[in-house]
């Protein structure tokens, strides 16, 4: 479980960060003002990588947040059976299987190459090699 900690102030639109111990991009951030005593907030929502469930998250605004680091590693597909690929890793070449996202379907083929994201011990595929 690769993790790197950032401040919730320097969170962006866009940006990646572990909400509920699930790794999510973030779509919105919102800071309010500090106030006499207190520190500003920091409210952002997140759509999970792996789950695509919305979260919501407020923290003060100097706390830390952790951040996933995301490895992008290329693998060649062995074979494809309906909605799963077996599928080895080009540097390690360990086996394993992978879910065909629905806007790959009809494109992974046997043989060809994929690009995949290990994210907190989850991979998945994201795109074809080309």
Not at 57 to 78: C, F, H, R, Y
Not at 86 to 105: A, G
């Amino acid at each position: 479980m690769a993790t790197k900690f950032t401040t919730a102030n320097s969170l962006q639109k866009g940006h990646y960060v572990i909400i509920d111990g699930a790794a999510c991009r973030v779509t919105g951030v919102q800071i309010s003002k500090p106030g006499k005593h207190g520190h500003s907030k920091v409210r952002f929502e997140g759509v999970g990588l792996v789950d695509d469930k919305k979260r919501i998250a407020v923290l003060p605004g100097s706390d830390n947040v952790e951040v996933p680091i995301i490895e992008k590693k290329t693998a060649q597909v062995l074979s494809v059976t309906e909605n799963k690929a077996s599928v080895m890793d080009l540097e390690s070449y360990e086996t394993f299987e992978l879910n065909i996202p629905e806007e790959l379907k009809g494109q992974v083929v046997d043989g060809c190459s994929v690009i995949y994201w290990v994210i907190l011990d989850a991979k998945m595929m994201k795109q074809l090699k080309t």
